[in-house]
């Protein structure tokens, strides 16, 4: 079925084209049928929430396609991104479990394709095949180990310019090689970028100009270039 956001719609899971290995969904024929049955597909384009922050979770989201951000706000009004979710992960799991409010907010970043599993059904899935129960300790696992990597990096880094270089390192992991350096896709804007340093959207373009200024970084569009990737090592000091 053709998606009104230029996305490749995968309705049956155990026809999906997309290495699971590692995801979610990364299941044998039996537990993957079953989770095909209970799942409501849906396409969703840039900006979309998928859920709130303080709401009782109705079910889980795994998300196919796109990325989507978590984000928690303050009395103040304040946000924060605490991560950028890939596709195969499973959102608002950890609030479904416990029966308690969701603890962030969760919106696309890019068209996403999002798989909905309603809460009784998905507490059947558990029970019923421990291997989704195993993906499920994984995927959550995963989560508290991201949470102490970036309690680390906020908590520890002197300055903000060394958090925006370890999350410039961080992404260029996954980086393309080109003759222009590290070619990172960029999908938040210096504002979400701030959101994600805890720092303001002036600072974050101010920083930058900077690296671009001293040829560390280039810029072109949503392309940023790591030219000198050493050069952000050197920002970084643990």
């Known amino acids: 079925m053709a998606s009104p956001y230029n996305l490749e719609m995968y309705n049956d ?14 299941l044998s024929a039996p537990a993957l049928s079953s989770l095909n049955a209970i799942k409501f597909s849906a396409t969703y384009p840039k900006g979309a929430t998928l859920f709130v922050e303080g709401e009782m979770p109705r079910g889980v989201f795994i998300l196919c396609s796109g990325k989507a951000k978590l984000t928690t706000s303050s009395s ?19 609030a479904a479990i416990l029966g308690q409010a969701y603890e962030v907010s969760a ?3 890019e068209p996403s394709q999002v798989n909905f599993v309603r809460l009784p059904d998905f507490m059947a899935l558990l029970q019923s095949h421990p291997e989704a129960c195993l993906r499920m300790a994984q995927q959550l696992s995963a989560k508290y180990h991201d949470a102490q990597r970036e ?21 260029a992991v996954e980086g393309e090689t080109t003759t222009k350096g590290l070619r990172v896709k960029v999908l938040l804007t210096h504002e979400e970028i701030g959101q994600m340093l805890g720092t303001t959207r002036e600072t974050v373009t101010r920083l ?31």
């Open 208 to 238: 930058f100009g900077d690296l671009k200024r001293k040829k560390i970084i280039d810029v072109n569009g949503s392309n940023v270039y790591v030219t000198k990737q050493d050069a952000l090592q050197n920002m970084v000091s643990f």
């Open 13 to 26: 899971c155990t026809d999906c084209p997309v290495n699971r290995d590692g995801r979610f969904c990364d």
């Open 76 to 94: 103040e009004g304040r946000t924060l991104i605490m991560k950028i979710t890939e596709p195969g992960e499973i959102l608002g799991a950890s």
């Open 151 to 171: 309690v680390r990096s906020l908590g520890l880094s002197q300055t903000t310019s060394e958090k925006l270089a370890r999350l410039l390192l961080q992404w």
């Open 107 to 109: 919106e696309t970043i």
